[in-house]
């Protein structure tokens, strides 16, 4: 079964009122929420496309792994998740073909939402992450 | 009128058999294309997910803008595309909101197709581009 669809393409950015200014006011995607997580340390924002979102992610903190990458990248695309009708059966026909996942098992968000990273190392510099979207593909 | 979808999400990359590796055979997109463009200096391949696609490009020369970005930031994601259906209508919004286009006015590809990118600075780092598909939207 191959992949539903581009889930999110996931922007790290260091102004979130510039960056909507960008992406809703001035391109015109719908804003389809915003989020303060504190576990994560980021303020998100996430913008409505065809099938897909835009996700807006703003540091809140210095330490957390989004704030690193901003500090060492610049802003800019920092992920993008595919969605998969079944985690467990993509992830082991990604390992099957050599290529490295970051969690060897999902992980699961508060929503309920399975999901995986593989690592960057092994696609060739991008950073995919898995959700499984159950009931659909 | 909102954008209508991401047309396309574009990763350049060091070895084309190694990407279609990871994002044909491992992640299971179908391939939908590819292409051997001399006049861009790229080797191009498309794989199809949902209603987007992933673009693969390889540079075939040292000195072209994509060869020259892989050099300066390795392999990874390159920019994204928006289709929009009226491109005139898109930039003028997108200017009226402050925001540098890189293209003053929309250029057109062999197919037909016109197009324009957003400068990177005013998109906090990302390079966009739109599409406009006819008929859509």
Known sequence: MPPIKIDHLAVVVDDMPAALNFWQQALGLTLGGTEHNEHEAVDIAFLNVGESRVELLKPITDDSGIAKYLAKRGPGMHHV?????????????????????????????????????????????????????????
Chains 1, 2 share one sequence.
């Open 81 to 137: 998740c595919i969605a998969v009708s079944d985690i467990e059966a993509a992830m082991a026909t990604i390992r099957a073909n050599g290529v490295e996942l970051i969690n060897e098992t999902p992980r699961t968000r508060e929503d309920g939402t399975r999901y995986a990273f593989v690592h960057p190392k092994s696609t060739g510099g991008v950073m995919v992450e898995l959700y499984e979207l159950k009931g659909q593909g």
